[in-house]
């Protein structure tokens, strides 16, 4: 079965480096038009010259009224990818307000406000599409120093389900993954040790961390109409990591 999305609009959040640069590149490998929002002008840029046809959006997603700016002029989305994240680890009794509402902003409120944005616009045409949230393994399981990013991971599965109650009805399915480890910028903060990273591989059935190519594929499937019947899933991507 091949996935294509010929004639689909997509806009992917973090589309600079890692999961969400992966997916911005795929997205348009199957046909889709797409515009990557991220915050460094400089990944934009090395991302343009390897996919010219790409649209760069430089913005901080956690930037309430240029999200609000930047978003007017993108035009109709089908497809939505919340990818934006960041990961602040530290230890439970040294966490901060800012570290908790940094965190709070780029991965739960900004989720919220991009996904308003966009089902709006998918409601007032009537035309339906489809959300992907990138969650985590961590929005089920406590993790030693992850206090805020477990936490904010734990809203946004709800949040997922909450989108996918109220949008339904607009024929806006709306859907998680929830990955294990994958060695990203952000995957390297915390498990580079190869003592914390052996101790996590061992509680993973499948033994290893996941590669980016097997999460891109879980969104690609989410967005497309070979998942039509599913919303309010959060689908791990982890080994079977949340099996046990
Ligand atoms: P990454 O390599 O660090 O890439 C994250 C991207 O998001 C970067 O381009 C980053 O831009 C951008 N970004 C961060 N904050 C932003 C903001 N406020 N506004 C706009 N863009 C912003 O991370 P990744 O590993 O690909 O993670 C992607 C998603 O997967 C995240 O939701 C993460 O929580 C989730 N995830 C990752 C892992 C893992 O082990 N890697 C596991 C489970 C889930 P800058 O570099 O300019 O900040």
């Known amino acids: 079965m091949e996935i294509t999305f ?138 030693k120093d992850h206090t805020v990013y477990c936490t904010t991971k734990a809203a946004l599965d709800m949040l997922t389900k909450v989108m996918a109650l109220e949008l339904g009805p607009h024929q806006i399915r709306v859907n998680s993954v929830n990955p294990t480890v994958v060695m990203t910028e952000m995957g390297r903060l915390g498990w580079s040790d190869p003592d914390k990273a052996q101790a996590m591989t061992a509680r993973i059935p499948l033994g290893h961390f996941a590669e980016v190519d097997d999460v891109v594929n879980s969104i690609l499937f989410l967005l497309s109409d070979l998942s039509s019947m599913s919303s309010g899933v959060t689908l791990p991507v982890d080994g079977g990591f949340l099996a046990c």
């Open 6 to 143: 010929t004639g689909k609009r997509a806009l992917v959040t973090g589309a600079g480096k890692g999961i969400g640069r992966a997916t911005a590149l795929a997205l348009v490998r199957c046909g889709a038009k797409v515009t990557a929002l991220t915050r460094t002008q400089a990944d934009l840029d090395s991302l343009l010259q390897e996919c010219p046809s790409i649209s760069p959006l430089c913005v901080d997603v956690s930037d309430w009224g240029a999200v609000h700016s930047a978003l007017q002029d993108v035009g109709p989305v089908d497809l939505l990818v919340n990818n934006a994240a960041q990961a602040s680890l530290q230890p439970f009794l040294e966490v901060t307000p800012q570290q908790f509402d940094q965190s709070f902003n780029v991965n739960v409120k900004a989720v919220l406000h991009v996904s308003q944005i966009v089902a709006a616009g998918m409601k007032a045409r009537g035309s339906g599409g489809s959300i992907v949230n990138v969650s985590s393994q961590a929005s089920q399981r406590a993790l």
